[in-house]
């Protein structure tokens, strides 16, 4: 009897893509290497593709893709309405942003090659933070001219209530 597959991780919001520019990866390969992650069922992808312009030419790094915990803190001002209180609650998010189309490939050959393991430890590891007021980042940025990609972690977690 084969087991049921997970469903896919929700897509909350798809931009359209510049000519020449595509996602490097899609919500159903983001599904697959992602599953038995701690926060599976939580997770949600959204593809923004409004920066393609700007970066088609510049040579920093930009982001391609960024994995990111984040709960906000209420207060008294906080509005009962459903959107106010959700955005109370812990959320996990993964945001895709375009690569040139020529670049495509080498980027998911870096995720093959060590990537998709770095975030798979980065999410188990942040685990441990669920729930906690505060903002976690994984970013994998490129390099549009050299070709190079790198990665940082940004953190400001409070600590756990005593």
Known sequence: MDATPEPLIPTRHKSPLAKGTSYPVGAELVSRELVGVPQYGALE?????????AFLLDQRFFPVIKV???KMQGSYSTSNGEWSQSRLQPN??????PVLGSERKKFRDYLELGGWSLIRTWLN?????NGRVGKSCLVMAACQKTGEIKHRTEASIMPAQQ
């Open 45 to 53: 992808i959204g593809f923004y593709g409004e920066k393609c312009q």
């Open 68 to 70: 990111e915990y984040k």
């Open 92 to 97: 996990w998010q993964i945001t895709v942003y």
């Open 125 to 129: 590891d942040q685990w441990a933070y």
